[in-house]
């Protein structure tokens, strides 16, 4: 197949800033594009060959746009599959593939998933409805505390709630959902694996978490974790294990825990590239959206190892600003080295919003651990006078 | 000022290579651009934010194009001076400034640059045409061999003639030229310099252009050059000074000659983001095109050491062959760590036609040299069925 400066042409579902960061490679190698977003101010709606306007979870709409590219692929999984089904039974090829989104898609049917094929994973319980998990909690066969999670359209953080006594269930919403076990873990990992059609699969270094002490929320991704070489490459093990076993097509981004006692369980996965690869950019011989491009092409993959430490910190709006952005003191943090600030295009800013974000590499990890503190602590996403 | 997600307007007069290289950095800090090139299917035309189609050396089109953008640039130096003066008058910001941009234009202009500021170049003599200088040879006050440069508008090879005989003037245009001395040189190489308004300045490593040894082109850029360190400081502060002399704001590229003596002496300079510097985007912790961008908006510098060694090989069209391009071989080179191909996104392939690069990073220089080697051996620009 000649993709290169050729009529070959790629669609993507979703224009946001992943598909941005695509962007970039397919204009790279001259590949031709199409997207589909339901905002006419899309991050992607530049950059790509061509923009379509439309909701991603219409049937018609995803259908449609389906059958004008020869090969699709997502940037965020809340697309009709229904579509992504008939496409593919009709020769347009879908990565990754809707069977391996529906098993994703769905919490409940992920966790099934690990269990029925021995992923390690945390103990839990699905319920259809909110109503038939206070039952058990009546009855005494859910203890707290526990995890609750929407099984669906939870995303950055919504849908996931700690519970530990009955009152925390109030207010939220009566939908299909699981009770999962508190896990006491000494780390959040992930691992990105990409995998082409022919098998072909490698992973990235395994990352970490940092998370506030305070607040719940990812300060830093951090390239390689700070970890124990054996933790690291079981944790890498089990990740080829997940991609292989979903038969994925595409970049894995598999999030996990690390128990104390050393223990990797999987938390979650993503089917897309993942803010925990953004480092890749700067930090690794192929980005993961260059590897994303790869897999999905059947292309070989390119090198995950890194070139320098890379860490990653998420630009958020910043509370009590909404309007046109600015970026506060973006031309100070460009003046120290290895710093590289991405700002994805959103014209507003509201608070907790995802703006952009800013990698900083360097030789030496525990300088670019330094440097990433400075970054958060100097540069604010406000809003303009 | 505020560049990013705002109104501020970026102009970039040519939409070909470099501007599309350079798009990728206005994409990642989310800077508006304009672009005005004379082709409708210029790389460039994805990627920007508005294009506009126009002749880049017509006084109105350009005069009309600056006057939409807040800060002028340029990707080819053959653009209306004239315009640029106006625009620079009447407020719009132009860098480069056309004032150093006339220094550059005509070799012999540039030749007597250096000859008034003391920046050590090869002897050469000036003509306004053809038949004054063969008056002097007749004359026996030029001597054979030497190297016949147009002033103006030669390009990649185009415009330079080693001449050892009164034949080997025949065919060559009547136009103004120069004659310059005949350097016995050990190597070629170069040095990219940026610098911002405020004055910041910083120099890229010393590359190398490795040349096949019977046809006169470039094969390989090399970085860091394979030199004495003594060579290569002595390069660095030729290209710093030579900046500053010209007050020169954005990218300079240096071309220079490593003589027999380890003298330096300057061949000529290029205004903007230079085949020399493409090895930058997979190798340098800030690429020339994101210095370029920072050094027009005065912006802090990024850092312009390596992370790793890098060498670029240039994609020409293969002779004999027109039409629809192909790349051959390209997913084999993609097998191999560390090759990034870039596409530049001419659809016609046609002999010696810069169709892309291909970039070869490494922790061991030697192990990208001999990669790069194979790269060149194995990718072939040729068209289609």
Redesign the interface.
Same mark, same amino acid.
């Given at each position: 197949m000649?993709y290169?400066?050729s009529n070959f042409k790629l669609g993507i579902l979703g224009g946001g800033q992943l598909g941005?960061m695509l962007?970039?490679d397919t204009?790279?190698?001259?590949i031709q594009t199409y997207v589909l977003d339901p905002s006419d101010e899309a991050p992607c709606k530049?950059?790509?060959?061509n923009f379509f306007k439309g909701d991603l979870m219409d049937f018609e709409t995803v259908y449609n746009f389906g059958k004008l590219v020869d090969v699709l692929t997502f940037e965020i999984e809340l697309v009709n599959i229904k579509a992504l089904e008939k496409l593919e039974s009709e020769g347009i090829k879908v990565f990754p593939s809707p069977k391996t989104l529906k098993l994703i898609q769905n919490k409940g049917v992920q966790k099934d998933f690990y269990a029925k094929n021995n992923i390690p994973t945390s103990d839990y319980k699905r319920f259809d409805n909110l109503k038939k998990l206070v039952v058990q909690i009546l009855d005494s066969k859910l203890k707290f505390p526990f995890v609750w999670k929407c099984t669906q359209f939870g995303y950055d953080g919504t849908g996931v709630k700690i519970i530990r006594c009955i009152e925390d269930l109030d207010n939220l919403p009566d939908v299909e959902c699981i009770a999962e076990a508190m896990i006491p873990f000494k780390n959040e990992l992930a691992v990105i694996v990409c995998r082409n059609p022919s098998g072909d699969i490698k992973t990235y270094p395994v990352v970490e978490m940092e998370f506030h002490p305070e607040a719940n929320q990812v300060e830093y991704v951090i390239c390689p974790a700070r970890i124990d070489n054996k933790v690291a490459t079981k944790a890498r093990a089990i990740a080829l294990d997940v991609s292989e076993k979903f038969n994925h097509v595409g970049l894995l981004a598999v999030e996990m825990f690390q128990t104390e006692n050393d223990e990797i369980l999987i938390n979650e996965v993503a089917p897309r590239p993942h803010n925990s690869g953004h480092y890749s950019i700067e930090a690794s011989?192929?980005s993961q959206f @260059?590897n994303h491009l790869?897999a999905i092409l059947n292309? #070989?993959l390119?090198?995950t190892d890194s070139?320098?430490a890379g860490i990653m910190v998420n630009l958020v709006g910043a509370e009590g600003f909404s309007g046109d952005?600015?970026?506060e003191n973006? @031309?100070k943090i460009?003046?120290w080295?290895?710093v590289? #600030?991405?700002?994805?295009?959103?014209?507003q800013t509201r608070p907790f919003r995802k703006m952009g974000h800013v990698t900083i590499?360097n030789e030496d990890i525990n300088k670019a651990r330094k440097i990433a503190e400075e970054v958060k602590n100097t540069i604010r996403v406000i809003s303009?006078q």
């Open positions: 000649n290169f400066s941005k962007l970039f204009r790279k190698f001259d530049i950059a790509c060959n011989y192929t @260059e790869r292309l #070989p390119g090198n070139k320098v952005v600015v970026y973006i @031309e460009m003046s080295n290895g590289t #600030p991405h700002i994805y295009g959103k014209k590499v303009g």
